[in-house]
Nanobody
Framework: QGQFVESGGGLVQPGGSLTLSCGAS????????IGWFRQVPGKKRERISC????????FYEDSVKGRFTISRDNAKNTVYLRMDNLKPEDTAVYHC???????????????????????WGQGTQVTVSS
């Protein structure tokens, strides 16, 4: 069964940077749109960014726009989230997810509906604190 293996989380000071990685196992990324979500205790999982499979178009929530960069390397079957200028409010568990392009990609970006994604990473903790 397919899954993602995530890495790259940790503790970073405000203003610092981290790059999260998700290696796909048991399936290939071709044809799947990729979303990055984050979740804090007591709140629902929030979609923050996504990238399509067909043309590589990207989407960012306003809260991360200009600071986060999503990318994918289909040859390596891996997706990335580069996070710069991190803020304390970015503290959360981050998850990558993959869903079929024709189900996930919308005119306004990618669906925030977690049930539309078929494959998930286990989550990696990002803590931004001085």
């Amino acid at each position: 069964q397919g899954q993602f293996v995530e890495s790259g989380g940790g503790l970073v000071q405000p203003g610092g940077s981290l790059t999260l990685s998700c290696g796909a196992s048991g399936f290939t990324l071709h044809g799947y749109a990729i979303g990055w979500f984050r979740q804090v205790p007591g709140k629902k999982r929030e979609r923050i960014s996504c990238v399509s499979s067909s043309d590589g178009s990207t989407f960012y929530e306003d809260s991360v726009k200009g600071r986060f960069t999503i990318s994918r390397d289909n040859a390596k079957n891996t997706v990335y989230l580069r996070m710069d200028n991190l803020k304390p409010e970015d503290t959360a568990v981050y998850h990558c997810a993959a869903g079929p392009e024709d189900r996930v990609v919308l005119p306004t970006g990618c669906t925030p509906g977690v049930h539309e994604y078929d494959y998930w990473g286990q989550g990696t903790q990002v803590t931004v604190s001085s």
